[in-house]
T-cell receptor, first 115, second 113 residues
Framework: GAGVSQSPSNKVTEKGKDVELRCDPI?????LYWYRQRLGQGLEFLIY????????KSGLPSDRFSAERTGESVSTLTIQRTQQEDSAVYLC?????????????FGPGTRLTVL | AQSVTQLDSQVPVFEEAPVELRCNYS??????LFWYVQYPNQGLQLLLK??????LVESINGFEAEFNKSQTSFHLRKPSVHISDTAEYFC???????????FGKGTKLTVNP
């Protein structure tokens, strides 16, 4: 594929519902990242995958948030019992992995609105 | 913890004027520095980066940034802006050994005719 893709592009949900956000990284990229961008804020790191394991989950804001990655490819970010403060654009990025820093390529994001 | 400060949330300028978007970060210990750009209705794109070597780095569309270790700054400059440069610009830092990009809050650059 040409780039990182995310689905859905927009999601409107009611408070208390669960949502799943999907990310398809660039083929062959072993590292995958989730970030959140709330209105008027910079991007906040949520979680990082290397392959299918997540060595850094430090940014997940609460236990309502979880993420998984299978087949060293697709990742899903799940938010349970959504709250209004979860409203944000959720961005996924992927990169190849090496000894030096490798550029993170970003997807277009999923805009989540919790009513 | 590493932090990034972009003091200006909005910068309006006229076409062909020079512009500087400021970025300061909290720690200069083994850092990599980036500027990302987000054009209206598009995703984030890498504009330029400093990893090592020359402290002045340039992008293909005329932007440049200088890594200043003593001032812990990585300001973005362009001598003459175009309307097409209208976008939001994010400064980001990654600390050596980490995989986590730490972003500033962004600066909205609006170029007016």
């Amino acid at each position: 594929g040409a780039g990182v893709s995310q689905s859905p592009s927009n999601k409107v949900t009611e408070k208390g519902k669960d949502v799943e956000l999907r990310c398809d990284p660039i083929s062959g990229h072993t590292a995958l990242y989730w970030y959140r961008q709330r209105l008027g804020q910079g991007l906040e790191f949520l979680i990082y995958f290397q392959g299918n394991s997540a060595p850094d989950k430090s940014g997940l804001p609460s236990d309502r948030f979880s993420a998984e990655r299978t087949g060293e490819s697709v990742s899903t970010l799940t938010i349970q019992r959504t709250q209004q403060e979860d409203s944000a654009v959720y961005l996924c990025a992927s990169s190849s992995f090496g000894t030096n820093y490798n550029e993170q390529f970003f997807g277009p994001g999923t805009r989540l609105t919790v009513l | 913890a590493q932090s990034v400060t972009q003091l200006d949330s909005q910068v309006p300028v006229f076409e062909e004027a020079p512009v500087e978007l400021r970025c300061n970060y909290s720690s200069s210990v083994s850092v990599y520095l980036f500027w990302y750009v987000q054009y209206p209705n598009q995703g984030l794109q890498l504009l330029l980066k400093y990893l090592s070597g020359s402290t002045l780095v340039e992008s293909i569309n005329g932007f440049e940034a200088e890594f200043n270790k003593s001032q812990t700054s990585f300001h973005l400059r362009k001598p003459s802006v175009h309307i097409s440069d209208t976008a939001e610009y994010f400064c980001a830092v990654i600390q050596g050994g980490s995989e986590k990009l730490v972003f500033g809050k962004g600066t909205k650059l609006t170029v007016n005719p």
